[in-house]
T-cell receptor, first 113, second 115 residues
Framework: DAMVIQNPRYQVTQFGKPVTLSCSQT?????MYWYQQKSSQAPKLLFH???????NEADTPDNFQSRRPNTSFCFLDIRSPGLGDAAMYLC????????????FGPGTRLTVL | GESVGLHLPTLSVQEGDNSIINCAYS??????FIWYKQESGKGPQFIID?????DKRQGQRVTVLLNKTVKHLSLQIAATQPGDSAVYFC??????????????FGQGTILTVHP
């Protein structure tokens, strides 16, 4: 059974057109993470939620926003996608901040035209 | 800044051989290490982990070795199979400090297993 679910798996958007990616989890974990992964690179952390506490990475562009309306769901909003934002976006969860093990979803592949 | 890196970006082996993937880390405060496997088009999958109070941990066909003296981590895969072909990432985190709750990933090693 899928534990971290991401929708859609593939997303195509136009340059500058806002897009929202979705993540849900059935693990009841406190922490949810969003990563950006470009081809042949390691995942890069954008931000994470510890419960309702939002933690942004210093180098995450303002173009990227996130919402966590409840424990199970977390959204990544890209306000004005540029060509450089084309990437795989990965959602991950961990039981607690001190629990280093993160469980990843299958990712959403974003294409920007 | 602190980083986790890999010595070899690619590794090709024959089916049935043992594979060894290496990783160097620089944050001496790191106390928890994880190996992830990422197949093409999928998210990273947890393989095995190890805490800094251990130097070896075994799973099914996989062994992780940790050498804190030289800040080196390795993943050994026994009897490598074609299904093991993937990118392997090491990741580390620390119990406190600015890294708390975050993973720092290495660059990744592409493992290709030939039948």
């Amino acid at each position: 059974d899928a534990m971290v679910i991401q929708n859609p798996r593939y997303q195509v958007t136009q340059f500058g057109k806002p897009v929202t990616l979705s993540c849900s989890q059935t693990l009841n974990h406190n922490v949810m993470y969003w990563y950006q992964q470009k081809s042949s690179q390691a995942p890069k952390l954008l931000f994470h939620y510890y419960d309702k506490d939002f933690n942004n990475e210093a180098d995450t562009p303002d173009n990227f926003q996130s919402r966590r309306p409840n424990t199970s769901f977390c959204f990544l909003d890209i306000r004005s996608p540029g060509l450089g934002d084309a990437a795989m976006y990965l959602c991950a969860t961990s039981r607690d901040r001190g629990d280093g093990t993160q469980y990843f979803g299958p990712g959403t592949r974003l294409t920007v035209l | 800044g602190e980083s986790v890196g890999l010595h070899l970006p690619t590794l090709s082996v024959q089916e049935g051989d043992n594979s060894i993937i290496n990783c160097a880390y620089s944050n001496s405060a790191s106390d928890y290490f994880i190996w992830y496997k990422q197949e093409s088009g999928k998210g990273p999958q947890f393989i095995i982990d190890i805490r800094s109070n251990m130097d070896k941990r075994q799973g099914q066909r996989v062994t992780v070795l940790l050498n804190k003296t030289v800040k080196h981590l390795s993943l050994q895969i026994a009897a490598t199979q074609p299904g093991d072909s993937a990118v392997y990432f090491c990741a580390e985190t620390a119990a406190g400090g600015t890294s708390y709750g975050k993973l720092t990933f290495g660059q990744g090693t592409i493992l290709t297993v030939h039948p």
